[in-house]
């Protein structure tokens, strides 16, 4: 089990509004949150179509997930996937679960789009030369794309005020 306060989290922080993301919330309710990833230290760009499913909640392990959080958490990643199939024009959706680095529940849903060398499906998809990456402004794009997606199938979801104050 992690000693990480949720105060020093970096999850529990983007949910606090401290830490930019481009693209922004994505889509939430009172259990997760939807978020393309974000740029890292003196990156430029980043692999387009690469999102989170966290849980709201500082949950550090898979195990520590109640039924409700890991239904939720189970359902929007397979809508995440769904989403990056019919917006982004990718042929395949990878899911995967590591914690290492930061440990709050994150999934990460990622699109391999067509053209990826073999040697590159998987968990090295976004190591690709030639895979679709973009700065912040591209990852603005990507993201309504995903939310409009979402909103259009699912419903507008909570903001994120409307999830700090329940």
Same mark, same amino acid.
């Given at each position: 089990?992690?000693?990480?306060?949720?105060?020093?989290?970096?999850?529990?922080?983007?949910?606090?509004?401290?830490?930019?993301?481009?693209?922004?919330?994505?889509?939430?309710?009172?259990?997760?949150?939807?978020?393309?990833?974000?740029?890292?230290?003196?990156?430029?760009?980043?692999?387009?179509?690469?999102?989170?499913?966290?849980?709201?909640?500082?949950?550090?392990?898979?195990?520590?997930?109640?039924?409700?959080?890991?239904?939720?958490?189970?359902?929007?990643?397979?809508?995440?996937?769904?989403?990056?199939?019919?917006?982004?024009?990718?042929?395949?959706?990878?899911?995967?679960?590591?914690?290492? =680095?930061?440990?709050?529940?994150?999934?990460? @849903?990622?699109? &391999?789009?067509?053209?990826?060398? /073999? +040697?590159?499906? *998987? #968990?090295?998809?976004?190591?690709?030369?030639?895979?679709?990456? =973009?700065?912040?402004?591209?990852?603005?794009? @990507?993201?309504? &794309?995903?939310?409009?997606?979402? /909103? +259009?199938?699912? *419903? #507008?979801?909570?903001?994120?005020?409307?999830?700090?104050?329940?």
């Amino acid at each position: 089990m992690s000693n990480l306060t949720t105060l020093e989290c970096l999850v529990c922080r983007k949910h606090r509004g401290e830490v930019t993301v481009p693209g922004g919330l994505i889509f939430a309710n009172d259990l997760i949150s939807i978020y393309h990833a974000q740029l890292w230290g003196e990156e430029k760009d980043h692999y387009l179509g690469h999102f989170f499913v966290e849980s709201n909640r500082h949950v550090p392990q898979l195990a520590d997930l109640t039924e409700p959080e890991a239904q939720a958490i189970g359902l929007w990643t397979s809508r995440v996937a769904k989403a990056l199939l019919q917006t982004e024009g990718v042929e395949h959706v990878y899911s995967f679960y590591i914690g290492d =680095g930061v440990p709050h529940v994150h999934v990460h @849903v990622i699109g &391999r789009y067509p053209g990826a060398p /073999r +040697e590159y499906w *998987g #968990p090295k998809v976004d190591d690709w030369p030639g895979a679709p990456r =973009g700065g912040a402004a591209e990852i603005a794009e @990507v993201a309504d &794309r995903l939310r409009a997606y979402l /909103r +259009e199938q699912h *419903g #507008p979801g909570a903001s994120r005020s409307e999830i700090l104050s329940s």
